[in-house]
């Protein structure tokens, strides 16, 4: 059985973590690691529905953990807070 890893960003104080919950999560930073972007375009790199996308970009703007730049359509990016992942060296 392989087990998921999650972004650590990913956990969110404020609500229930479930594992598609998670996962979406987990799918919508490793995107915005890359570049940031508007929702539209999350959610078509992450695979996943629009407003899927902009239900989790709330969740972690709540947390802040991402924040939505002014203009239209809001461009979405990190701000930095939250745990950073741990690279293995080796």
């Given at each position: 059985?392989?087990r998921?890893t ?12 479930i ?9 919508i ?36 953990i ?25």
């Amino acid at each position: 059985m392989v087990r998921e890893t999650w972004h650590p960003n990913a956990y969110l104080s404020e609500i229930n973590n479930i594992k598609l919950g998670l996962r979406a999560r987990t799918r919508i930073l490793n995107v915005l690691e890359e570049h940031s972007l508007n929702a539209g375009t999350i959610a078509s790199r992450a695979g996943m529905h629009y407003g899927n996308v902009l239900h989790h970009l709330k969740l972690l703007e709540a947390e802040g953990i991402v924040e939505k730049k002014d203009g239209r359509p809001h461009t979405w990016i990190l701000t930095g807070v939250g745990q950073k992942r741990l690279l293995n060296t080796r």
